[in-house]
């Protein structure tokens, strides 16, 4: 059984780029007969939007979409991480951290695929009294890699490109990359379709799996929508809410941005035959050639 999902961030209205993700994701688990599941992603309470969580799914209810199951908030799942955050304790995989970002970057000699990387210093000296403890995933010379069915082969050293990555912050919050890692494995997720932002996330979360001993998944990162000046759409960036716009014509807009080459006549149709239609001609190969 295929079994996708779409994960939004309550961080604001759907707009296209978010629409352009869950199509695609929609279309992918569809054709293939599996199911598709919606998980709010608010693991981060403090970009958290009041009332964006119901805003997203009314629009993704008015679009037409049907996901299987209840729908999942990562607000309500801190025990599993904590679980999972024990687990790696026990193994000897996580290890406390009170250095802060300034202190990383003056003592850092080595730069990764995001910045400064970490340098151990918790690991070799102990940690500062009477400061907020972050806990971070020990990191090994160790080369992951995976072919993504749309972007190809992709590798990183996990060690020397990326670093003892955060898994808890100092706030207390679970990190972005622990939780969905718990969260895709407790669900079941087998196909993972989501923007090419995330691409770079990807052998960090694989790299997690291991660790856990959960089952690899497939993933394919599709082109970000931009906006005039070269930005990905998001709240940051302005991007307009699609709550109110034609379901028909903008998921018609959305198959072209994903180079599905819809026919015109669907432009105007019903909600249940541009979904016919995109399910029964779903190609995401015609991604991986653009």
Same mark, same amino acid.
């Given at each position: 059984?295929?079994?996708?999902?779409?994960?939004?961030?309550?961080?604001?209205?759907? &707009?296209?780029?978010?629409?352009? +993700?869950?199509?695609?994701?929609?279309?992918?688990?569809?054709? %293939? /007969?599996?199911?598709?599941?919606?998980?709010?992603?608010?693991?981060?309470? !403090?970009?958290?939007?009041?009332?964006?969580?119901?805003?997203?799914?009314?629009?993704?209810?008015?679009?037409?979409?049907?996901?299987?199951?209840?729908?999942?908030?990562?607000? =309500?799942?801190?025990?599993?991480?904590? =679980?999972?955050?024990?687990?790696?304790?026990?193994?000897?995989?996580?290890?406390?951290?009170?250095?802060?970002?300034?202190?990383?970057?003056?003592?850092?000699?080595? =730069?990764?695929?995001?910045?400064?990387?970490?340098?151990?210093?918790?690991?070799?000296?102990?940690?500062?009294?009477? !400061?907020?403890?972050?806990?971070?995933?020990?990191?090994?010379?160790?080369?992951?890699?995976?072919?993504?069915?749309?972007?190809?082969?992709?590798?990183?050293?996990?060690?020397?490109?990326?670093?003892?990555?955060?898994?808890?912050?100092?706030? /207390?919050?679970? @990190?972005? =990359?622990?939780?969905?890692?718990?969260?895709? +494995?407790?669900?079941?997720?087998?196909?993972?379709?989501?923007? +090419?932002?995330?691409? %770079?996330?990807?052998?960090?979360?694989?790299?997690?799996?291991?660790?856990?001993?959960?089952?690899?998944?497939?993933?394919? &990162?599709?082109?970000?929508?931009?906006?005039?000046?070269? %930005?990905?759409?998001?709240?940051?960036?302005?991007? +307009?809410?699609?709550?109110?716009?034609?379901?028909?014509?903008?998921?018609?807009?959305?198959?072209?941005?994903? &180079?599905?080459?819809?026919?015109?006549?669907?432009? #105007?149709? !019903?909600?249940?035959?541009?979904? &016919?239609?995109?399910? @029964? #001609?779903?190609?995401?190969?015609?991604?991986?050639?653009?």
């Amino acid at each position: 059984m295929v079994i996708g999902r779409f994960a939004p961030s309550p961080t604001g209205p759907l &707009h296209f780029g978010s629409l352009v +993700a869950a199509v695609a994701s929609y279309c992918d688990a569809k054709s %293939q /007969g599996g199911q598709w599941l919606l998980r709010i992603e608010d693991v981060d309470t !403090t970009r958290r939007v009041e009332g964006a969580s119901d805003d997203i799914i009314r629009t993704l209810q008015r679009y037409g979409f049907e996901w299987d199951g209840e729908i999942v908030y990562q607000s =309500q799942r801190s025990e599993y991480y904590e =679980q999972a955050l024990t687990r790696l304790r026990n193994l000897g995989l996580a290890y406390p951290c009170t250095c802060s970002r300034k202190e990383i970057a003056d003592s850092s000699t080595q =730069q990764g695929i995001e910045g400064a990387i970490y340098p151990g210093t918790c690991l070799q000296h102990p940690i500062k009294p009477n !400061t907020s403890i972050a806990w971070r995933l020990k990191t090994p010379a160790k080369r992951i890699s995976f072919e993504d069915r749309i972007v190809g082969w992709q590798q990183h050293n996990i060690g020397q490109d990326i670093g003892d990555f955060v898994i808890k912050r100092a706030d /207390g919050l679970f @990190s972005y =990359q622990l939780a969905v890692v718990v969260d895709d +494995a407790m669900q079941g997720i087998t196909h993972v379709v989501r923007g +090419a932002d995330l691409l %770079q996330s990807t052998t960090r979360q694989i790299y997690l799996q291991q660790c856990l001993g959960y089952a690899p998944l497939l993933y394919a &990162h599709i082109p970000l929508v931009l906006n005039n000046q070269g %930005q990905k759409l998001s709240k940051q960036t302005l991007a +307009a809410s699609i709550a109110d716009m034609s379901p028909a014509e903008t998921i018609y807009q959305a198959l072209c941005f994903l &180079h599905q080459s819809p026919p015109d006549t669907i432009k #105007n149709a !019903t909600l249940n035959t541009v979904w &016919h239609w995109a399910i @029964s #001609n779903w190609k995401i190969n015609r991604l991986a050639r653009v």
